[in-house]
């Protein structure tokens, strides 16, 4: 009967201590699974946070204001396919079919739209990377031009009309008429300064 009593105390003892030990593994699986999700999340959070730096890195400026933030378009190093697909034209061609500009309007209407001095330069650049140096040669073919004269010239180089030029550059329509004569006297042309500037930029 001892014999048999100790047997149940000792059965119960370690079913009890069994018991403990299932237990105790079992909040240790507990606890190293919760380590291990916590670490999982934050590696996880971390791989988010750096492909999201780089992507930030990475994002290629487009359109002519964003390059603006970056600096002179000088800098710019991807190059356009065409002169008509530089940033600085198509922010002219932009401002000129939304303004559908008026040779009878008063140009002072249109300053919104007018172009400075950065812009004219940057238009300049353009012209000369896709036409083999436009205005170096322009001015050497005709040295009487004036600096302001090739700004006119890259913006008719673009096929824009007198009224266009007279609201980006804020002169009267009548001044900028003069001077399309004037260039058309330089040239000896009568044809369509478009079609003469475009000429001398492909040759």
């Given amino acids: ?120 330069l940057d238009l300049r650049l353009a012209a000369d990377r896709h036409f083999s140096q436009f205005t170096v040669r322009l001015k050497k073919a005709y040295p009487e031009l004036t600096n302001s004269d090739l700004d006119y010239c890259c913006l008719y180089l673009l096929g824009l009309t007198d009224a266009d030029i007279a609201a980006l550059m804020q002169r009267a329509y009548s001044t900028v008429s003069e001077r399309s004569h004037k260039l058309k006297a330089v040239f000896d042309s009568d044809d369509a300064l478009s079609i003469t500037l475009k000429a001398f930029a492909e040759a």
């Avoid at 492909?51 to 964003?66: A, C, F, L, S």
């Avoid at 710019?76 to 939304?98: G, H």
């Fill in 1 to 120: 009967m001892k014999f048999t009593m100790t047997n149940i105390i000792q059965t119960m003892f370690n079913q009890k201590y069994e018991s403990a030990m299932k237990k105790k593994t079992l909040l240790f699986a507990g606890l190293c699974a919760l380590c291990l999700c916590t670490w999982e999340v934050q590696a996880a959070n971390s791989n988010h946070v750096s492909i999201n730096i780089m992507d930030d890195n990475d994002i290629v400026p487009t359109g002519y204001e964003i390059i603006l933030l970056k600096g002179d378009l000088a800098a710019k190093t991807e190059a356009a396919a065409s002169f008509n697909e530089e940033p600085i034209c198509r922010l002219i061609m932009e401002r000129v079919n939304e303004g559908q500009f008026k040779s009878k309007v008063d140009y002072v209407n249109y300053k919104d739209s007018a172009l400075d001095k950065q812009q004219l």
